[in-house]
T-cell receptor, first 114, second 113 residues
Framework: DGGITQSPKYLFRKEGQNVTLSCEQN?????MYWYRQDPGQGLRLIYY???????QKGDIAEGYSVSREKKESFPLTVTSAQKNPTAFYLC?????????????FGPGTRLLVL | SQQGEEDPQALSIQEGENATMNCSYK?????LQWYRQNSGRGLVHLIL?????REKHSGRLRVTPDTSKKSSSLLITASRAADTASYFC?????????????FGKGITLSVRP
């Protein structure tokens, strides 16, 4: 089965805690993305990666960090510096980062603060 | 800032009716894509139309651009209850290197059985 998986489906964060969201793809795509979705605000780009060992900040990168050590994996860490982390997080991939490519999305992770 | 903005924000129709959703954008684009999102799920790509295409069909979907107005419409014909979802347009602006897709805020479509 080809596609993108995200885990966990739900994640709870305590005050001051860092949490990591997993994203894996087996589509052999070079580009991967992380988006944050809040009600009524659509998708906002957090980070993207065009190739292994390289990533770029998106529109709302503050309080987040990423790594891209393997082509298949692009984990997102929500750090304690992110003061309003409650949101739905979506990972996506595409053949390359250019806008003419279709993006394939994972099922999402909902992050809640305790 | 958002490049593509959908209109209306919400749409409620009866099963069997057609649904028309619009996407407007501020700057020139290379292409425009429509995605669908069921509640609590990821987005799924529906259709892509390039700036030089006049119209694009895919099953019950039809996308018609109006480059003079910097807008594009998505028509879903003979709607079904299963079409109930949020629909997003995503634009690829022509300006800037490594241009990336920018998503709008979405339209919530409800199809009443």
């Amino acid at each position: 089965d080809g596609g993108i998986t995200q885990s966990p489906k739900y994640l709870f964060r305590k005050e001051g805690q860092n949490v990591t969201l997993s994203c894996e793809q087996n589509l052999n795509h070079d580009a991967m993305y992380w988006y944050r979705q809040d009600p009524g605000q659509g998708l906002r780009l957090i980070y993207y990666s065009q190739i292994v060992n390289d990533f770029q900040k998106g529109d709302i990168a503050e309080g987040y960090s990423v790594s891209r050590e393997k082509k298949e994996s692009f984990p997102l860490t929500v750090t304690s510096a992110q003061k309003n982390p409650t949101a739905f997080y979506l990972c996506a991939s595409s053949r390359d980062v250019y806008g003419q490519e279709t993006q394939y999305f994972g099922p999402g992770t909902r992050l809640l603060v305790l | 800032s958002q490049q593509g903005e959908e209109d209306p924000q919400a749409l409620s129709i009866q099963e069997g009716e057609n649904a028309t959703m619009n996407c407007s954008y501020k700057t020139s684009i290379n292409n425009l894509q429509w995605y669908r999102q069921n509640s609590g799920r990821g987005l799924v790509h529906l259709i892509l139309i390039r700036s030089n295409e006049r119209e694009k069909h895919s099953g019950r979907l039809r996308v018609t651009p109006d480059t003079s107005k910097k807008s594009s419409s998505l028509l879903i014909t003979a709607s079904r209850a299963a079409d109930t979802a949020s629909y997003f347009c995503a634009t690829d602006p022509t300006t800037g290197a490594n241009s990336k897709l920018t998503f709008g805020k979405g339209i919530t479509l409800s199809v009443r059985p």
